[in-house]
């Protein structure tokens, strides 16, 4: 198993953190891992993308032109992003801040009203979560208590009290991700 993937949005929606998390859940799961982070200096509000590589065997380069998923949490993401999935890949967004639909018809399309709910949830910080229990519903790479420990070694122990809800947010996204085409 190789998965291939890029998580893909504004600095502040969660971006690299979804990243991070999914990278220590697959450790947890003794699946060879690799996080490549980039962003640009604004931080918040400024593009910030991450590749992950999750694979049963060694990585051979954590630079990917071409992905099995592709995350796109903003308009910019989607354009650029979105002729990046390998035909018969997948292409989950958010649609909230989307304007132009995506129009490949050689790949899975999902949305998760990720934005909406977390609103709905009354905790904005919860967005990312939600996506990543999307992509979880959609391709289970890695387990749910992986996930969990990741998350917990991922957020500084002040924020540990948070785990619940993050996990409950997680949930929500398993059950609100739909099937475009």
Request: hydrophobic letters at 40%.
């Amino acid at each position: 198993m190789v998965k291939e993937i890029i998580i893909s949005g504004f600095g502040g929606q969660g971006v690299l953190s979804m990243g991070k998390i999914l990278a220590y859940s697959g450790l947890m799961e003794d699946k060879e891992v690799s996080w490549f982070p980039s962003y640009g200096p604004e931080q918040r509000g400024g593009t910030a993308n991450v590749t992950v590589i999750l694979s049963d065997d060694r990585i051979s380069s954590p630079i990917v032109n071409h992905f099995d998923i592709v995350i796109a949490l903003n308009q910019p993401s989607l354009a650029k992003f979105e002729k990046t999935v390998k035909p018969g890949g997948i292409l989950i967004y958010d649609p909230s801040s989307i304007i132009h639909l995506p129009e490949r018809e050689d790949i899975s399309i999902y949305t998760v009203a990720a934005t909406d709910e977390a609103s709905a949830m009354r905790n904005n910080k919860l967005m990312n979560m939600i996506v990543l229990g999307g992509l979880l519903k959609v391709v289970p790479m890695v387990k749910l208590e992986n996930v969990m420990k990741g998350l917990k070694k991922s957020l500084p122990e002040r924020h540990h009290h948070l785990l619940p809800e993050n996990e409950k947010a997680i949930i929500r996204g398993m059950e609100i991700i739909q099937p475009l085409r």
